[in-house]
Each structure stands twice: as C-alpha cells, then as structure tokens.
C-alpha cells in the first residue's frame, strides 16, 4: 500500500458569502485571530505526514502564494530590528512543505478543481483538503485519523460527522450500510437533502482520502443543472463501484464558510491563546451581562 503523501487543497473559489471583503481578499486567506484559513489547512497537512501539496486557485489569488513564498524584504527588517518571534513565524510558513499551484481556469465545481491536479497526483492515493472545514484536534489531526482509516480499508474514505436534522440540507449526506465502531460503509451520497428527507445525519465535511481511479470516474460524470462537477457524485460511483468508507472523526469543527462558524472559530482560537484568552474571557462575561 503507498503511503498517502500528496494533497491537493482547491482554493478558486469567489468566496461570494462573504463579500464584500472577499471582493478583493480570497475567503482562504480571511485570519482567524492572526492566521489565514489556509494556513490551518496546511498546517493540519502537515502534521498528517503530508510533504507535497497542490493548491488549487483562480484568478486574483496571487496573495496566497505569496503568503507561502520567502518574503526576503520583511524578514531582512524582522532581522535587524531583532524581532526574532516574529522572524521564526514568518520562515516556519515558507519551510512547511512542498507547495504547487495551478490555475483552475473555470470556476465549473469541485471534481473540475480536483480533476485539475491529476498530474501531480501520478497514479498515487492522496487527500483532498476543502478549506471551509477547521477541525481542531490538537492530539490527531483529521487528515491523519483519515490517513489511518485508508490504511485500515485499504478503500478511499470520507470525513464526516453528525449534524442536527436542522441543519442536514446544508450537506451532503450518507447513506450509510454496515456501521462498525467510527467506520461506516458508504451506500449513496445525497447532496443537500430536502429537509426530512436525508437518509441519516452522517455530514460529509471537507476531507477526503481517495484513490487514483477518482479521476477516471470525475470524467464519467454528468454536469448539474448549473453546468459544475461534482467530486461527490465520482465518489457516489466509487462506493457503488469499489467501496468507500466514512470515518466520523474526532475533534471540534468549525464551519468556517459560515460567518457565524467563522466567527465561532476566531473566538475559540482566540480563547486558546494565552496572551489573549485573559482579556477575552473578561470581555466575553461583561458582554454577557449586558445581552
């Protein structure tokens, strides 16, 4: 079995939720307290035992390879001023991994996005990281329960976990077969059902470990009504093909393309800072007495 080593993060999106400040900032480089999006995405890769990893942009994305890239100027004046806190946060994101780009041309869904980094991948299993999703597991990152969920299966596994019946038409949503401990045998894929109408309350969130053949099945695939490709429908013909399992993991998530999961987020990663969190709790009780 090869190990999983390459992942592929798409990031083309308009981010049109939150326009307007993403009007002119992508959504993946919005800081939670004083880190983009992405970088937690990275740094979750990372972490996973990831060394290579392709980002998908678009268009007006420029910022986020920068942000990855050795920005000379600034750690020359970081340097001389001996600001050397500051200096190691700037070098440990260049030195994090292995980061490539590529251009989606059009913005035509997520199995397009995924559909563009087939070359990279070169036949080998990978992970597919959305950056919509945060979670927060300081002992086992998501992708690394993940990674061991494919190397216990052998088969492409999807991340996901149980949301209220409220809230099951915001996702797609498994129909799950045989059910064994955390793993769950995908039946059917069934993207943002109706309300009362979804076949579980098992969410498929933004994390994938999937195997090559994906990319053959993504060119199988017939357009939605808005025209885009779908990587869940390819996945939906993988479990109905060669099998997929869903991993519930473990840990706090965050639905960061939601401006109150966003929001969510940055007061709770606020809260395990230690140079904010004093000032912050103080904030948060005087606040709650006034609401």
């Keep these: 079995m090869k190990k999983i080593r390459k992942a592929v993060i798409p ?12 009007k002119a900032i992508p959504k993946e480089m919005l800081p939670i307290v004083d880190t983009p999006t992405l970088q937690y995405v990275v740094e979750e890769a990372v972490k996973s035992g990831i060394t290579e990893i392709l980002i998908i942009i678009g268009k007006n994305k420029k910022c986020i390879e920068d942000h990855f890239d050795k920005a000379v100027e600034l750690e020359q004046i ?5 600001k050397d806190a500051y200096l190691k946060v700037v070098r440990d994101i260049t ?6 780009y590529v251009r989606q ?24 990281m959305y950056g919509d999703d945060i979670v927060y597991n300081p002992e086992k990152p998501c992708l690394k329960q993940l ?25 797609g949503i498994v129909r799950p077969g045989q059910v064994k401990g955390r793993y769950a045998e995908v039946l059917e894929l069934v993207e943002k059902p109706k309300p009362g109408t979804a076949p579980s309350n098992l969410a498929n969130i933004g994390r994938y470990v999937l195997t090559p053949d994906i990319f053959d099945l993504i060119r199988k695939c017939k357009p939605a009504p808005n025209g885009e490709i779908y990587l869940t429908d390819a996945i939906e013909m993988m479990a109905k093909s060669t099998g997929v399992y869903a991993y519930a993991l473990e840990g706090r998530r965050y639905d960061v393309g939601d401006k109150l999961g966003f929001i969510q987020a940055t007061i709770e990663y606020a809260l395990r800072d230690h140079t904010l969190c004093d000032g912050l709790k103080r904030y948060i009780k005087d606040l709650a007495k006034e609401i």
Excluded: W
């Design 95 to 100: 030195d994090m991994a292995h980061i490539h």
């Design 105 to 128: 041309k059009e913005m035509n869904g997520s199995g397009s996005a995924v559909l563009e980094a087939e070359a990279f991948i070169s036949g080998e299993p990978f992970a597919v």
């Design 11 to 22: 990031a083309a999106g308009f981010g049109t939720r939150f326009l307007p400040a993403t």
């Design 78 to 82: 970081l340097e001389r001023e001996h």
């Design 147 to 171: 990674i061991d969920a494919y190397e216990t299966t052998g088969k492409s596994v999807i991340a996901c976990q149980e949301v209220p019946d409220s809230e099951t038409s915001k996702y």
